[in-house]
Nanobody, 121 residues
Framework: VQLQASGGGTVQTGGSLRLSCATI????????FAWYRQIPGNQRELIAT???????NYAASVKGRFTISRDKTKSTVFLQMNSLKAEDTAVYFC????????????????WGKGTLVTVSS
């Protein structure tokens, strides 16, 4: 699956970043997307999903601060991250599949490198 996550960087506490996940049109039109994050040494955490009908769900840890969205003109999914905290520091990954795969069987998916987000005080 052709996915490219980008947009990570270093930001101060309380700041914002927008991550992007670009893919090919055929995949964008037919699959559910998800953002995950992983702190080294910890398990990967599912933080947001968006379906082809733009139905979204968020982990409690990011709800109200992060927004997942789709741009049909660019075949890109975004993760807008606001009010960032030190505990948001992690490598962020995007992935694509069925909602069941993304939620319950993410280990079966192919994982790219991700993009590093560092929140400093």
């Amino acid at each position: 699956v052709q996915l490219q996550a980008s947009g990570g960087g270093t930001v101060q506490t309380g700041g914002s970043l927008r991550l992007s996940c670009a893919t090919i049109t055929d995949i964008f039109r037919t699959k559910t997307f998800a953002w995950y994050r992983q702190i080294p040494g910890n398990q990967r955490e599912l933080i947001a999903t968006i379906t082809i009908s733009d139905s979204t769900n968020y982990a409690a840890s990011v709800k109200g601060r992060f927004t997942i969205s789709r741009d049909k003109t660019k075949s890109t999914v975004f993760l807008q991250m606001n009010s960032l905290k030190a505990e948001d520091t992690a490598v962020y990954f995007c992935n694509v599949g069925t909602l069941n795969q993304l939620v319950h069987n993410a280990g079966s998916l192919y994982w790219g490198k991700g993009t590093l987000v560092t929140v400093s005080s």
